[in-house]
């Protein structure tokens, strides 16, 4: 079945470091993924997306790899604040099932002042 | 202005008993989505419409029924509700189908006893 692992651990930082998450995925061909945050009792907020023909996407400190060879996205917050403490959510969708969306557990990230 | 909102935003109510949750969009989408979040976290997809016609119904107890009176609004009924029903449901909508953001609400927290 089709299956997306994040870092189930939490990640901790220090502000002004880099974040790198991990998102991986099996039995499942993509045409796009999604990052989404999601802030204690709220709802996730989308923030980048990456089709399957690019290999990376940029916004403002956000950057995103892709890479659909070892089924792997690559998620990065640079120059890390505070503020970016949060849960992210790595998200998938494909051609089959309608374009169902399907979502990881998410990595919660914690950046220290 | 809201874009996705939700009522109520907590729910409580013992086992048994029927409830309903609604939602609106005011983006003008044509695709709107109920998505189950469990203590683990995970986001999974229930239901989606697109323009009032069920298009996703993932395995969900019949007891689960949604309605979409227009595209703006999409409800959830819940007959019978038991303990493994407790979760964050949320509401979102996308541009079209498959559409690559989704806009999701702030959540119903609903708690079974």
């Known amino acids: 079945s089709q299956k997306i692992e994040q870092n189930s651990e939490a990640l901790n930082i220090q502000e002004g470091k880099t974040a790198t998450l991990t998102c991986n995925y099996t039995?499942?061909?993509?045409?796009?993924l999604q990052w989404y945050r999601q802030d204690p009792g709220r709802g996730p907020v989308f923030l980048l997306l990456?089709?399957?023909?690019?290999k990376e996407k940029r916004k403002e400190r956000l950057k995103v790899t892709f890479d659909t060879t070892l089924k792997q996205s690559l998620f990065h917050i640079t120059a890390s604040q505070p503020a970016d403490s949060a849960t992210y959510l790595c998200?998938?969708?494909?051609?089959?099932?309608?374009?169902?969306?399907?979502f990881g557990a998410g990595t919660r990230l914690f950046v220290k002042a | 202005d809201t874009a996705v909102s939700q009522t109520p935003k907590y729910l409580v109510t013992q086992m048994g008993n029927d409830k309903s949750i609604k939602c609106e969009q005011n983006?003008?989408?044509?695709?709107m989505y109920w998505y189950k979040q469990d203590s683990k976290k995970f986001l999974k997809i229930m239901f989606s419409?697109?323009?009032?016609?069920?298009?996703i119904n993932e395995t969900v107890p019949n007891r689960f029924s949604p309605k979409s009176p227009d595209k703006a609004h999409l409800n959830l009924h819940i007959n019978s509700l038991e303990l493994g029903d407790s979760a964050v449901y949320f509401c979102?909508?996308?541009?079209?189908?498959?559409?690559?953001?989704?806009?999701f609400g702030p959540g119903t927290r609903l708690l079974v006893l």
């Open positions: 419409y697109n323009n009032k016609e069920l298009i």
């Open positions: 990456i089709r399957e023909n690019e």
């Open positions: 979102a909508s996308s541009h079209i189908q498959g559409g690559e953001t989704q806009y």
């Open positions: 983006l003008g989408h044509d695709t």
């Open positions: 998200a998938l969708a494909g051609n089959t099932g309608g374009f169902k969306t399907i």
């Open positions: 039995n499942y061909s993509p045409a796009y």
